[in-house]
C-alpha cells in the first residue's frame, strides 16, 4: 500500500499537469456537443472569498461532469476589473489601481488554481485592458447610431461622499450602495442606454427562461414594473389653457379625486416657486432628502399647497387643490397624480394630515357615487370611463414602466472612457472606429476628490474628427456593470484582436448553457446582460436574445459569529467556544447567530489556510456535501475535519481493495453477493447522475458515500466476486472525480486510467439491475415470526410451500401429522412478495 494520503504533493503534481497539458481547453472544432458552463466573473478585490470557492466549486462539479458525458466544455474565468476599490486602494495605499488590479487578480488565480477547479486560463479576460474594452467602446458607438444611446440632462443620484452619479439600483434605502451616504438629487448631463425600448421583450422573454428560478423572474419582473393605466389631462382653473397630465393606474376613482399632487421638481412647481417662497423651500428639502423610490414608501408623507387649483375633468365645477409632495416622483408616469385618499393609502395618509376629504366611491366592489359609473363592477366602470374620456379627448390608455433607462456615466478615473468628444462648433462627436480605444491616462493625482480624469492637465484637450478644431473629451467612465454585460461572449472568442468576437465561434458557445452566481445579481448585472443581448442584436452582431439558458443561484457561505459583552465583533481564534469566553484575556463572550462570512463581523475563514490545512478536494468535499447548493451553508469546523477524513479513508479504501482483485477477470456468473454489489454500484450510478443533472448535489455526494460503504463492506471470496469489486472500484473513480479531482487521478493511475480523468466515459445505469428480482419474505407461525425466505420476485404458492418444507430451521415447528391430513400445517397463507403466515393444528 502506498504511503499515508499526502494531498500536498498530490494535488500540486495534478494541478502542474492540467495546467502544462492544457487539459481544460476546449476545441473549437470537433464534432462533441459544446457545453458552455460560467460562473460570474469576480472583481479581483484582494483574495478569493470562501463564496467565490462555493461557487466555483459547484460550477466545477457541473464542468467535470460534462467533460465526463461527453461534452466540449468552455468553462473560462475573467476579471471585472474596473471599479471604485481600485481608486480606493490607489487613495489610501498610494498604489496604482491597475497595479493594484493586477496583482489581486494574479493572488487570485492562484487561489482558483489550488483548488483544482478546471478553468480554461487561456481564455483569461481583464475588463480593464484596452484590448477588451475597446469593443464595447465600439458596441457604445454602434448603440450611439441606433439611438440606444442618448445624452440628456437629468437629476441624478448624487453620492456627496464618493462623489458619483449613481444608478437607481446602486440606492439602497435612500443611501449610496457603497458609502452609505444619502444620496442627493443633482441636475447633470449623462449618457444613458435605452433599455426601456426593451422593456416589453424583456418582461415578456421571462417566460421563455424556465430554466431561471422564480424569484430572479419574479424580481426583474418587478424591476420592469409595467403597469395597464390611463393619461388623464385636468385644467388649471386660474389658466384654463394650461394642461396638467396625470397617471393613473385606477381611473374608476376619478370620482373619489379630492386633490392633486405634484413631484417637487415637476416644471410647474419649478415655475410657481419663483412666487411662492413656502414651495421654493419645500423643494430645496426634497432635493436635499433625496427622492430614491425606495425611501419614498416609507417616508412621512409631506407636501405643501400650491395655491393653484386643478378642474375636475368630468365635473367642471369640482377644483382639486393642487400639492407639491414628496411621495410623487417626477420619473415616474408624469410625476402627478390625482390624490383620491378613500382608496389609496398614501393618499390617505397624506389627506389625512391636511385635512383632505375623503370620498369614496367603491363598496363591495361596486361603483357608488359616481355619475354613470354607479352600481358597475369596478373592472366594467374602469372600461365605460377610459372609453367616455377617450371620446371626449380628455385621456387615454397607456402602459408605463417603473424600469428607467440606464445612466451608464460615472465620473471616475478606473473604467473605461465614453468614446465621445465635444466640439464647440459641431456639438457632440463619437470618437471615430479607428481611433478606437481611447484609453487612460497613467499619471493621474488621486486625492479623493471629484474625478481624477476631469482634473488631468491634458488628457481631454483633443482636437475633433470632424472640423480638427481644438475640443475636449469625455472624462466620464462607463458604469462598470457596462463591461459585465457582454464579457460572456467574448470568452467565446478571448484573443480575437479585430473584432468583438467572431460570429462562428458564437455559434458554437452561446447562449451560456449554465450561468452560476448570486442572487444578489437578480436584476442588475441580470437585466442589464439580457438588455445587451437585444441591443447587440440590433446592431447586427447576433441575432441571439437571452445570454443565459439556464441560471443557478447558490446560497452564502455563512460562518457563526461572536461578540464581546460591549458589541464588539470577535475573530474565532480569539473565542474559547465551549467555555465562552475570549482567550486574550478570558472576558466573557456572546455567541451571535451564524451570518455570511464578511470582514466585518471578523467571521471569515481564509480559503488559503483551508486549502493547506485539508486540501482542495476536502474543501471542494465539504463545500457541496451537506447543504442544497441553493442554500446557505454554514462553515463549521466539524464539517471541513470530516469532509477530509473521508478523503483519507477513500484513498485507503480503494488502495486496499484493489490489491484483492487486480488481476480479476470476467467470471460466466456472478455470486450472490458479487450480484448484490452489482446492483449497488448501478443504484449509484443512476441516483448520482440523476442527482448530478438536477443540481442535487449534496444528494450526489450522499451516493458517493453510500456506494464507498458499499465497497468496504465487500469481501470477495473467489474469483468471480473480486471481478465485480474490480468494476466497482473503477466506476467509483469516476464518479467521485467530479469532486475529488485530484484523489482521482491520483487513483485513477493505480487502477489503469489515463491521465485527465475528466475524459474518461461518465459511466451509465444498465437497468436491467435496477430492477429488483428477489424479495425477502417473512415467515410467522401461529402468530410468532421464525424467519425468513430469500425467493424470486412472484415465485408462485405451490414453490412457496415446497421451500418452506424443505427449510431445515422451520422444521421443528412444521410435523406433519394425520389431524392435518398428513400437511404440516392446516393453513398456509401467503402475501406476494411480502409474507407466509402459516397455522398449525400443534
Ligand atoms: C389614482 C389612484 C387611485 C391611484 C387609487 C391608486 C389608487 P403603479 O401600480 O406603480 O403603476 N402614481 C402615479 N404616478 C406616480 C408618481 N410619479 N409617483 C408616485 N405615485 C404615482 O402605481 C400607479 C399609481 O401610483 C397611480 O394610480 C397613481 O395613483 C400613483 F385608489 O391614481 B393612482
Ligand atoms: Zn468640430
Known sequence: MKEKYNFRTIEERWQKYWTQHKMFAPRDHSSKPSFYLLEMFPYPSGTLHMGHARNYTIGDVRARYHWAKGYEVMHPMGWDACGLPAENAALQK?????????????????????????????????????????????????????????????????????????????????????????VEQKLMSQWFLRITSFADELLEGLQDLSHWPEMVKQMQTHWIGRSQGALINFSLAQEPTQKIAIFTTRPET??????????????????????????????????????????????????????????????????????AVNYVVMDYGTGAIFGCPAHDARDAEFARAHDLPFLSVIEEDKMVASQDLSGLDVLAARQRILDQLEQLGLGQRKKMYRLRDWGISRQRYWGVPIPIIYCKACGVVPVPAEDLPVTLPEDVVFDGSGNPLERHPTWKDTSCPKCRGAAQRETDTFDTFFESSWYFARFCDAANNHMAFDPEKIKRWMPVNEYIGGIEHAVLHLLYARFFTRALRQCGYWDLSEPFTHLFTQGMVCHKTFRSTDGQWLTPQDVDPQKKCRLSDGSPVQVGSSEKMSKSKCNVVSVTDMVQTYGADAMRLFLISDTPPQYDLEWTDQGIAGAWRYVRRVWDLVQNKWSLCREAQEPKTLSAQAMALQRALHKAIASATTHLENYGLNKYIADIRELSNKIADYHPQEIADAWVLQQALKT?????????????????????????????????????????????????INGRMRGTLRVALDTPESELKELVKQKPDLSVYLLPSEQQNGEPWTRFISIPNRSISIVTAL
Open 94 to 182: 498610494n498604489v496604482h489601481p491597475r497595479v493594484w488590479t493586477m496583482e489581486n487578480a494574479r493572488i487570485m488565480k492562484q487561489q482558483c488554481q489550488s483548488m483544482g477547479f478546471s478553468h480554461d486560463w487561456e481564455r483569461e479576460i481583464f475588463s480593464c485592458d484596452p484590448e477588451y474594452f475597446c469593443h464595447e467602446q465600439k458596441m457604445f458607438l454602434d448603440f450611439y447610431k441606433q439611438g440606444l444611446a442618448y445624452r440628456k440632462e437629468s437629476y441624478v443620484n448624487w453620492d456627496p461622499v464618493d462623489q458619483s452619479v449613481l444608478a437607481n439600483e446602486q440606492v439602497i434605502d435612500g443611501r449610496g450602495w457603497r458609502s452609505g451616504a444619502v
Open 254 to 323: 376619478l370620482y373619489g379625486a379630492t386633490f392633486c399632487a405634484l413631484a417637487w421638481n415637476h416644471p410647474l412647481i419649478q415655475q410657481w416657486s419663483d412666487e411662492n417662497g413656502a414651495l421654493a423651500v419645500f423643494a430645496q428639502s426634497c432635493q436635499q432628502r433625496g427622492s430614491a423610490t425606495a425611501l419614498l414608501d416609507t417616508e412621512e408623507k409631506k407636501g405643501v399647497f400650491s395655491g393653484y387649483y386643478a378642474r375636475h375633468p368630468l365635473l367642471p365645477e369640482v377644483l382639486l387643490p393642487i400639492y
Open 732 to 780: 467509483f473513480i469516476v464518479l467521485m472525480a467530479p469532486v475529488m479531482p485530484h484523489l482521482a487521478e491520483e487513483l485513477g493511475e493505480l487502477l489503469g486510467f489515463a491521465p485527465g480523468i475528466h475524459l474518461s466515459p461518465w459511466p451509465s445505469a444498465d437497468p436491467a439491475f435496477l430492477q429488483e428480482t428477489h424479495c425477502t419474505l417473512s415467515i410467522q
